[in-house]
């Protein structure tokens, strides 16, 4: 007997590295330049695509200046723009208060990512996460939804850096110490102003004999906080950056 793998959602939502939707509808674009629609897509699909949400939690996010009543008509005519550019059945309705995406019609790829990293699949993970969560993607007047966007593309990040530190403890394990070098780096550039990623990057750099590109990612580190935090490193991983210089210098 075989088994069949279920068809493939045939419209998929991207949200990493920048919003897109791909699929058999003529009018995407317009829809993608709907901004609250958009926010409303994202937020029913991340962190899992078919995780229902309360109406009354979705207007308050994406209508806080609106009184209940027309909070709730403007949620409805989002909810029929979404409908009419990629089908009735793409938004699921559970009573009268709670809405979801369908995971049979719409995959999003910041949901598989997820989904991928926390089940174990470490490489499947790292190739969905092209780049930062809905990169400039502001909601006017919508305080919540900014904060939960942002707290979701910390979350993101700090999965995706530990990921690939994950990966690359696994290629140290296994002697390839190329991939384990690259996997290291990527794990602090994933979640580059995290220090003590930093910190452990640099030491397995070493262990692998790359002290050249330790120092190299350590100063990168060094000049992107300071231009973007006004910060220095510090007193411990500075120690350490002057250990590794000292042991590269005999």
Known sequence: MTSTQPPAPPFALT????????????????????????????????PSVGRYVRRD????????????????????????????????????????????VA??????????????????????????????????????????????LEQERASARERASAVAWALAQRFEND????????????SVRY??????????ALRMLDRLGDRAGALRLYDEFARRLAAELEAEPSPETVELAAQLRGSSAR
């Open 175 to 186: 002697e390839q110490h190329s991939d384990a070098a690259g996997m290291a780096r990527k």
């Open 103 to 148: 995971p049979e019609v719409v995959w999003c790829d910041a949901a598989a990512f997820t989904a991928a990293a926390d089940a174990g699949f470490l490489l499947a993970a790292l190739q969905l996460f092209h780049g930062e969560l809905m990169p400039g993607f502001h909601l006017s007047e919508c305080l919540e939804f900014d904060q939960w």
């Open 191 to 200: 979640s580059w102003s995290d220090e003590r990623a930093l910190r452990r």
């Open 57 to 100: 939690t979705l207007t308050a996010l994406l209508w806080p200046e609106l009184d209940q009543t027309r909070a709730r008509t403007a949620l409805r005519k989002t909810v029929h723009v979404i409908r009419r550019a990629i089908g009735a059945d793409a938004l699921l309705s559970r009573g009268d208060e709670e809405l979801a």
């Open 15 to 46: 949200l990493f590295g920048g919003v897109g939707l791909r699929g058999p509808a003529s009018d995407l674009d317009g829809l993608l330049v709907n901004a609250k629609a958009v926010g409303l897509l994202a937020f029913l699909a991340v």
